[in-house]
């Protein structure tokens, strides 16, 4: 499903682990303009977050640990989403990893572009 650039609106998931969630903050606002255009949903906190930060709409899915993260994976596999940013903290262990692993075999499956980290998501966010 993943359209091309400036071809129509993308949806993009984002997700952020709670020590990634300023970082999320501070991506959502350098590129307020250009995800405006776009149908953005996330995982629960991060996107009332990003919400409370931006004037962005975002479509909140649960927070991460209580299904979240399995939530945008479905939407993944049913090409219900063209782009996912999930800024990962890797120093610390998450409770449900082997979600946060499912989610990223999706991608890799279905080809879905992924980001996660900062440098990463500003290189494909800048060119949507």
Do not use: W
């Amino acid at each position: 499903m993943f359209r091309e650039k400036g071809e129509s609106q993308m949806k993009i998931a984002l997700i952020a682990h709670d020590k990634k969630k300023e970082e999320m903050i501070e991506l959502a606002k350098d590129f307020e303009d250009k995800l405006s255009k776009h149908i953005l949903v996330a995982t629960g906190t991060t996107g009332l977050k990003v919400m409370q930060n931006t004037s962005l709409e975002v479509k909140r899915c649960k927070s991460g640990p209580l299904g979240g993260d399995q939530e945008i994976g479905a939407m993944v596999a049913n090409h219900d989403v063209d782009m996912v940013i999930f800024l990962r903290d890797p120093l610390t262990a998450q409770p449900h990893e082997p979600d946060i692993s499912a989610l990223l075999r999706l991608c890799d499956v279905y080809k879905v572009p992924l980001a996660t980290n900062t440098e990463s998501a500003k290189l494909i966010m800048a060119d949507i």
